[in-house]
Nanobody, 123 residues
């Protein structure tokens, strides 16, 4: 069974950057579409970025121009580069995997989830 572990979270001032990584084990991540979700306090989990088996990408509107997603097929990792961070980006960030060829924005599309990594952005 595929297992995912996030890393790279932390605290940063507004305008700063963080790079999150997700490491897969138990299966080859190249077989899955991958995604980043986030959940802020009191809010429901929402999609951030999707990168499909063929490498095509989708970004949430709030992430465009600031966040960049990439996958390393050889290393079985998924990365999220976050720039120009703002306090509204404060959340727990999760990576997820779907056996579908193309990912979707719904949480129901993803069968495997990491435990999350905290991102805190201060003014």
């Amino acid at each position: 069974q595929l297992q995912l572990v996030e890393s790279g979270g932390g605290s940063v001032q507004a305008g700063g950057s963080l790079r999150l990584s997700c490491t897969a084990s138990g299966d080859r991540v190249s077989r899955y579409s991958l995604a980043w979700f986030r959940q802020a306090p009191g809010k429901e989990r929402e999609g951030v970025a999707i990168i499909n088996v063929d490498g095509s990408k989708q970004l949430a509107e709030y992430a465009k121009g600031r966040f960049f997603v990439a996958r390393d097929y050889a290393a079985d990792t998924l990365d999220l580069q976050m720039n120009k961070l703002q306090p509204r980006d404060t959340a727990i960030y999760y990576c997820a995997a779907s056996s579908d060829f193309r990912g979707a924005w719904s949480r129901r599309s993803y069968n495997s989830w990491g435990q999350g990594t905290q991102v805190t952005v201060s003014s």
